[in-house]
């Protein structure tokens, strides 16, 4: 049974395709890479398996369940994760309160329980000396690290990472990659929208390009990077692998 | 669903939390101080200093509720005088029926709060300014239905029953004690209600609600469960009002005026605080105290007053005061204790 599987996922705002009969399936552990220009339909994809919107056709399933009528919450608490290109700390709240409120909630972890996951979710992230800070006042890397702390303190089987990388220097992708890498040894199946290619490539397995909607491509990353489709959609059309910049 | 596998985020040994930054001893103290002397007030104070507190405990009440729903459930309700109007009914209603006026306090929180679960099924599929015209929609509407019915005085009113047997130093005194007992409830519960996991989920829908969601967090039950909340508390302090002021009347107790100031004495005080509607309510009665004699300039420097604090102060003056000092009567928060953050200045909270 796989993980996540998604089927003919069709999604229209207005005119504009999102959507398009999008399907594809991962398991436990899977690290897939979505690349695509923008307005591509990547986030909305996210939003749809998140339930943060509703696809206008099409089914969700996750661990063999249909999600298609769960609220975003209880997607969360049934173990998807995810973050947001453009972070939203609780601000007013404590870096651990944030992380707390995902254990107590999409854990539903209690008590002691619950603090331990929610701290140990910002030590795994390299937050924990933060802990006590407001959220509202850390910076850019450590809002994106605690977007990805709180989805763990959900303790999910899945994280969908939305851009976590984007506007960061190269030491501290390198960081975020090495933690992103972990997950995958636990088993959490990573699902990661992003721009900076080579973040990608050095800890993917598998690569889905979207353009317009729908998948043009899917498969190795280095192949996919290569293919025809890709290069026409994403790159401009250019014989230039992205790689080898 | 379940999830197969255990949380390997979980630090491995246990964290220490307090939930206060400093020690709680002087605050425990202070409030004890001010708990014994608010109970014994009309007994020691003139009688017109009783019944002026008894006013701010009513105050006090329906900011706190206000408050609640604005300042941490991010639903700005300007009708929640429908709840202060159906609590002071429902008192009448009760006690026509011959229960004990003081007895009813608790039946009309109660009813209030049955009444306000249909409401929530019609209101929450509105969002933002439409969210706030419908809740005074549902005032009036709730006002003009009252007022057909002719057992409760219709449109001119009646009076209350029941306190008759009582000499009016007894009704005074027993309408102080009791205002002043549902002032404490309130507070104290909306206190242990904000430290709890449910006042965790009330931050995040405050800060961000898209997050909330994602987090796990039930948006729509909890909203539902502080509306009702809310409603209760409003209906509690309608029928302290009804007991205070026994001549019962539609437009007196559904009075958009009740809404004006829960709205008033939160946003001077600061919203998303627990100390912010009663600091409001304090810095309300002062300036009412020391400017009732001025006529319509009274009004005048309230609205001026209210324009000054949203335009250079717009978390409140206890939101200011907060966020210069980091300090809290009432702590709500979480703090981790380890040893490196000991020795650590955190950043200040806003």
Redesign the interface.
């Known amino acids: 049974m796989p993980l996540l599987q998604l089927e003919g996922i069709s999604k229209k705002f207005g005119q504009v395709v999102v959507a398009k009969e999008i399907s594809f399936q991962l398991e436990a552990g899977d690290a897939v890479g979505i690349v695509g220009p923008n307005g591509a339909g990547k986030t909305s994809l996210f939003a749809m398996i998140s339930g943060d919107i509703k696809p206008d056709a099409g089914h969700v399933f996750f661990e063999g369940h249909e999600l298609s009528h769960l609220s975003a919450a209880r997607r969360a608490r049934a173990g998807i994760g995810r973050t947001y290109q453009v972070p939203r700390p609780f601000e007013h709240m404590t870096v651990f309160e944030n992380t707390l409120l995902a254990a107590q909630q999409g854990a539903r972890a209690r008590g002691q329980k619950a603090y331990n996951l929610a701290y140990g979710s910002l030590e795994r992230t390299g937050l924990g000396d933060y802990a006590n800070d407001a959220a509202g006042s850390l910076t850019l890397l450590r809002r994106k690290r605690l977007e990805l702390a709180r989805a763990l303190a959900t303790t999910p089987r899945i994280v969908l990472l939305d851009e976590i990388a984007g506007g960061l220097t190269d030491l501290e992708v390198n960081e975020l990659t090495t933690i992103i890498r972990g997950l995958r040894g636990e088993g959490i199946a990573v699902v990661w929208i992003e721009h900076v290619v080579r973040a990608l490539t050095n800890t993917v397995d598998r690569l889905l390009c979207l353009a317009g909607g729908a998948v043009v491509a899917d498969g190795d990353p280095h192949t996919v990077l290569s293919s025809d489709e890709v290069r026409a959609v994403y790159l401009g059309g250019k014989t230039l692998n992205p790689l080898e910049q | 669903?379940s999830?197969?596998?255990a949380?390997?985020?979980?630090?491995?040994s246990?964290?220490s939390?307090r939930r206060s930054t400093h020690s709680p001893i002087f605050t425990v103290i202070g409030s004890l101080i001010i708990v014994v002397l608010l109970s014994v007030a009309p007994w020691i104070a003139p009688a017109q200093v009783a019944s002026t507190l008894m006013n701010f405990f009513i105050l006090v009440i329906m900011a706190t509720m206000w408050n609640l729903l604005a300042g941490y459930a991010g639903m700005v309700s300007i009708g929640q005088q429908a709840f202060v109007g159906l609590g002071a009914y429902a008192t009448l209603y009760f006690a026509l029926k011959g229960v004990n006026p003081f007895v009813t306090i608790p039946l009309a929180a109660l009813a209030t709060a049955v009444i306000a679960v249909p409401v929530t099924f019609l209101l929450f599929r509105l969002r933002g300014g439409y969210f706030a015209i419908a809740t005074w929609v549902v005032a009036d509407t709730a006002m003009l239905i009252i007022g057909t019915i002719a057992v409760l005085g219709g449109g001119t009113g009646r009076l209350m029953p029941g306190l008759e047997n009582l000499s009016p130093s007894q009704t005074a005194h027993y309408s102080y004690l009791a205002t002043w007992i549902v002032a404490l409830i309130v507070v104290i519960g909306t206190y242990l209600l904000l430290r709890s996991?449910l006042g965790?989920?009330l931050?995040?829908i405050?800060?961000?609600e898209?997050?909330?969601?994602?987090?796990?967090?039930?948006?729509?039950s909890a909203r539902r469960t502080v509306y009702i909340i809310a409603a209760a508390g409003c209906g509690a302090a309608g029928a302290v009002l009804a007991i205070s002021q026994p001549f019962i009347q539609p437009t007196n107790e559904f009075s958009m005026q009740w809404a004006a100031e829960m709205l008033f004495v939160s946003m001077i005080g600061g919203l998303?605080t627990i100390e912010g509607p009663i600091i409001g309510s304090i810095i309300f009665f002062i300036l009412q105290q020391s400017l009732q004699q001025q006529g319509v300039w009274y009004l005048i420097i309230f609205g001026v007053f209210a324009v000054a604090v949203a335009l250079w102060q717009p978390k409140g003056l206890w939101g200011a005061f907060r966020s210069r000092f980091r300090s809290e009567l009432l702590p709500v928060?979480?703090?981790?204790r380890?040893e490196?953050?000991q020795t650590?200045t955190?950043?200040?909270?806003?």
């Open positions: 669903m999830k197969s596998t949380p390997r985020t979980e630090s491995l246990n964290v939390i996991r965790l989920v931050a995040s405050r800060d961000n898209v997050a909330a969601r994602s987090a796990g967090a039930n948006v729509r998303g928060g979480h703090w981790v380890t490196r953050l650590k955190p950043e200040p909270l806003e």
